[in-house]
């Protein structure tokens, strides 16, 4: 074992069983055991180590990574940043796996948005949006249009940012049109308006599908001679989406028996999943009965 590190049981909730699984005898690296959780995406956790500002993102939580040496990918240090602002992170984003040529994205609260080529860069690259209405919108990385999206509040808008531009760091507005809005009687809006409510943009591996999540509401993005369409769908086939305080991400169900096709899977101020064509909600106990801190979910290792 290395030296500083601490060997123990790492617990992992899966919705597939609605049960704890335990990686065993797991390496804690010296790094991380002090270190706040602040994301994840593709499988990779985030950490942030409130000493020296630096960040570091791990495979720790794979069940297939080494049990004895996780790999620990340090990051620059948040060194241009307010203290405040690193309290209140809303997500990050990955733009694939820690491949050769990858970049992270750091979203917090405010108009702070923070860049890093981990292969290539010694800081980071902030911007600052000029939007005050995504102030806690959620971030994702389309594989398809090499682009970071940010809905704004309500979805009627998304930002984005090209990650191939070298000089323009401002973001491109795009308009969303919906179609198909569900009929709710005003009872209904009334209880919808009282929750607490984040548009979750919403993107399939393979990029084909894309979706929009508002409230338990999904839009399905299509493709018609008006232009591009966000649709209501209580169907989305055989996928199931994932929303937390990590990147958001859809799978098909199929790919890990347990999970139920057109489903949200959410957790959060809730814990449970939301069956889209009956509108039934099943909620889960939270492990030990207590408050669940580190609302992440991970994609299926063995995809």
């Not at 010296?30 to 602040?38: R, Y």
């Not at 970049?103 to 609260?109: E, H, P, Q």
């Not at 398809?144 to 930002?159: I, N, Q, T, V």
Request: charged share 20%; hydrophobic share 30%.
């Amino acid at each position: 074992m290395l030296s500083g590190c601490t060997v123990g049981d790492v617990l992992l909730f899966d919705p597939a069983k609605e049960q704890l699984v335990t990686l065993q005898d797991k390496t804690i690296p010296k790094e991380l055991k002090d270190e706040d959780m602040i994301g994840a995406s593709h499988g990779w956790s985030f950490f942030y180590d409130r000493r020296d500002r630096t960040v570091r993102i791990t495979d720790i939580f794979n069940p297939l990574a080494s049990k004895s040496n996780p790999t620990v990918i340090p990051l620059p240090c948040l060194t241009d940043l307010f203290s405040e602002q690193i309290e209140q992170v809303c997500n990050v984003a990955m733009t694939s796996s820690c491949e050769e040529d990858y970049v992270v994205a750091i979203k917090f609260s405010g108009g702070q948005l923070s860049l890093c080529r981990p292969c290539r860069d010694l800081e980071w690259t902030n911007i600052l949006t000029p939007f005050d209405c995504c102030q806690n919108s959620n971030l994702m990385y389309s594989k398809r249009d090499h682009r970071l999206y940010l809905p704004a509040p309500g979805g009627k808008h998304l930002f984005s940012y090209h990650l191939n531009s070298r000089t323009d760091n401002n973001p491109e507005l795009h308009e969303l049109v919906y179609r198909g809005h569900p009929e709710l009687d005003q009872s209904e809006w009334e209880v919808l308006s009282s929750c607490s409510r984040r548009e979750y943009l919403v993107e399939s591996t393979s990029g084909d599908e894309r979706y929009l999540v508002k409230w338990f509401m999904v839009f399905s993005e299509e493709e018609t001679t008006e232009g591009k369409i966000m649709c209501y769908t209580e169907d989305i086939g055989d996928m199931c989406i994932f929303i937390a305080s990590n990147e958001a991400f859809c799978i098909p169900a199929s790919s890990c028996p347990g999970l139920k096709p057109s489903t949200i899977y959410f957790m959060g101020r809730g814990f449970g999943s939301y069956d889209l064509a009956t509108g039934d909600t099943h909620h889960y106990k939270a492990p030990g009965g207590g408050v669940i801190t580190t609302p992440y979910w991970l994609p299926p290792f063995s995809m």
